[in-house]
């Protein structure tokens, strides 16, 4: 059921991203309700599929916008065989359209800007990764995440106050096109083949591809959201009890963003004594700084602030660090000389 749960937050979270955001970068709008004006069924699919994911969270996490039946050892409420009927039934229904957002994202001009770049994702044997113990990477990494800290650095960078994550030593990526990069083989062939015959092919060292690798998401999301709520049956409980001792746990999952690490310290009473959390919107930073610096100087300094903070902006879109950060917000001082 957990990973029930996360598939509604990739839904909702890809489907908002691809309509919203970053699709009307592509097609040349300011923003998507422009967008709607000439594809109005577009804009309306990505509103109805980003429902979806809305009610797959509801029906696990009692409201759709920050849940909150979720706890330690599963959730507060088991939803009733009826709920979880009406549920399958919903996402059936617009399942088909899931299957044409590939095609559609496909079709978009990408701009053909390839760059090498380190891939991180978690590693879950024979599926695509949710929950796990161990990180991977395209150079080869079996990573436990206890093991994290020995691996992964955090520091301040004087121009920001976000928190920079480095693998060793170097920028990488985490998010939807790092792990369709390392784990597309552990698709359904259904999905690989639409993704081939569109055109489509993994690794793929092209950011602007994100949003083909969320529509991927999306449709895989749909298909083990289905598959889980076909064999669906009410426990007796919705949770198991969890003994409290005293200790320091680990955990680690894949967010809709990318990947998520916990660590707590945990006292005898269960109180938490130490917390650090890594999500993956500051993982990304620093790869996205260096993919600013390589694609504006390939793009040439010397071209309109209009069109270089444009180009910015898109380029940031590609990480969708948050909905805040993801919009038309870049405040552009170019010194020329």
Not at 29 to 51: D, T
Not at 61 to 88: D, I, W
Not at 310 to 324: G, K, L, M, T, V
């Amino acid at each position: 059921m957990r990973r029930l749960f996360y598939c509604g937050e990739w839904i909702e979270s890809h489907a908002l991203h691809i309509h919203l955001l970053a699709a009307p970068d592509f097609l040349g709008f300011g923003n998507a309700p422009e967008m709607a004006k000439v594809y109005p069924s577009e804009v309306k699919r990505g509103i109805q599929i980003q429902h979806v994911g809305n009610q797959i969270i509801k029906f696990l996490g009692g409201r759709s916008v920050h849940p909150v039946g979720v706890k330690v050892g599963g959730f507060h409420h088991a939803p009733s065989n009826e709920a979880a009927s009406t549920l399958l039934m919903l996402l059936r229904k617009f399942l088909p359209q899931v299957e044409q957002l590939l095609p559609w994202v496909s079709s978009l001009p990408y701009p053909q800007i390839k760059q090498n770049f380190t891939c991180v994702a978690l590693h879950e044997e024979n599926t695509y990764p949710f929950i796990s113990t161990k990180i991977t990477s395209n150079l080869s990494h079996d990573i436990s995440i206890e093991s994290y800290a020995t691996y992964f650095s955090e520091s301040h960078e004087p121009h920001s106050t976000a928190l920079f994550s480095l693998f060793e030593n170097k920028p990488y990526l985490v998010g939807p096109l790092a792990r369709l990069n390392l784990h597309f083989q552990s698709l359904p062939d259904e999905i690989k083949h639409s993704a081939e015959s569109n055109g489509l092919t993994f690794p793929s060292r092209n950011m602007y591809q994100s949003i083909a690798a969320r529509a991927i998401e999306i449709w895989y999301a749909f298909m083990e959201s289905i598959q889980i709520l076909e064999n669906y049956q009410r426990p007796r409980s919705p949770f198991v009890e969890v003994n409290v001792k005293p200790g320091i746990a680990y955990g680690c999952s894949e967010a809709p963003r990318g990947t998520l690490w916990h660590r707590y310290c945990v006292n005898k009473k269960g109180f938490i004594e130490n917390a650090r959390i890594v999500p993956p919107t500051s993982q990304n930073q620093a790869r996205m700084e260096e993919d600013l610096r390589l694609s504006i100087t390939e793009l040439g300094l010397d071209q309109s602030e209009d069109k270089i903070r444009f180009h910015a902006e898109q380029i940031i879109r590609n990480y969708d660090p948050c909905i805040s950060c993801a919009t038309h917000f870049l405040d552009l001082r170019l010194t020329r000389s």
